[in-house]
């Protein structure tokens, strides 16, 4: 892409997952939406960029948290929308809900309500990429509580020790749920802890979505030519509480404030106008193009019908034949 052509995509990719999880928050506060919600608002750079840097064909798993992820890497929001109002036709046929949105024909191997799970499952995804000798990669988002999690080191060291074509990329809202860093991190630089892995590793402004995609650009270049994995630290906020349940209150209100005063998508808005990219009326239309398209996303979703309760025993077995005969015999 030339660059004003990325950037808008990156704006329009950042308004979409904003108006996403805007409209997820009302439904879900009006009494329409089932199951829970862990809303990503104020992280819109972090995800868009470093998956803007990927292909279609490589590999992304996220987190609890994986709304704008999942947007971002292609998951269309028709789809994602009715996974949450678990209907038929959703990302995934209703299994998966808010936490567990995947959808393997785009390379994404899953969002995931475990805490540092998705590691294990990319880092095997990426063993299988040098296995069979192609130039994908594979990237895991993961939050801050997973640095202290066992399957993350247990990965990086793996990716190490192995040179696959990995990227480890930290969505650092600054607390675990609603731990401060301070209170579970021994170290205080990550981006040394993963150095001390052998891979390089990088701290980026994660509001910053040029800055993002700039750091995993290199990052799947040097993967793609078979260097290894990379760590990035993308520090980032998110405006809400840790659940749809959390006021959020226990932050520091000047915090709160301090970061939304960052806001990922009113500061590229900026830089793209500064640099005659686009003007500020071309800009309000890719909003009100967003702002529809959820609209619309989310009566089509809200009428979509619920699949029948035997749809529970399907999509257990990969052998079609084997999942058939077991499907039977439990309805038997």
Not at 177 to 195: C, F, K, L, M, N
Request: net charge negative.
């Amino acid at each position: 892409m030339e660059n004003g052509s990325l950037w808008m995509e990156l704006f329009r990719l950042m308004v979409r997952v904003r108006h996403f999880e805007q409209t997820a928050f009302e439904l879900y506060t009006a009494g329409k939406l089932p199951g829970f919600l862990h809303l990503s608002i104020g992280q819109e750079a972090t995800s868009v960029g470093a998956c803007a840097a990927l292909r279609p064909d490589d590999y992304m798993a996220s987190t609890h948290r994986g709304h704008g992820d999942t947007i971002a890497k292609g998951v269309s929001v028709q789809a994602a929308m009715t996974e949450l109002f678990g209907g038929a036709s959703g990302a995934c046929h209703a299994k998966g809900g808010s936490m567990h949105i995947a959808d393997f024909s785009r390379g994404i191997l899953g969002a995931n309500g475990i805490i540092a799970a998705g590691v294990p499952i990319t880092v095997g995804a990426a063993l299988s990429i040098k296995q069979r000798r192609t130039d994908q990669v594979a990237l895991c988002f993961f939050g801050d509580g997973a640095t202290g999690c066992g399957p993350l080191h247990e990965g990086m060291n793996m990716a190490m020790l192995w040179k696959l074509p990995m990227i480890f990329v930290r969505q650092n809202n600054h607390y675990a749920e609603s731990t401060p860093r301070h209170e579970y991190q021994g170290i205080p630089d990550v981006v040394r802890w993963a150095e001390g892995y052998g891979m390089p590793a990088v701290k980026v402004d994660g509001n910053d979505v040029l800055a993002v995609y700039e750091a995993v650009s290199r990052a799947a270049v040097r993967a793609r030519r078979g260097e290894g994995p990379s760590f990035i630290d993308s520090e980032t906020y998110r405006w809400y509480g840790h659940n749809i349940g959390d006021p959020g209150t226990w932050r520091p209100k000047e915090e709160v404030e301090t970061w939304k005063a960052r806001d990922p998508i009113a500061r590229f808005r900026r830089v793209i106008i500064e640099h005659n990219v686009a003007a500020g009326a071309d800009l309000d239309a890719v909003d009100a193009e967003e702002a529809q398209r959820m609209k619309q996303a989310a009566v089509q979703a809200e009428n979509e019908p619920k699949p029948p309760v035997a749809a529970a025993l399907e999509d257990l077995y990969s052998d079609p034949v084997l999942g058939a005969q077991a499907i039977q015999g439990v309805r038997c």
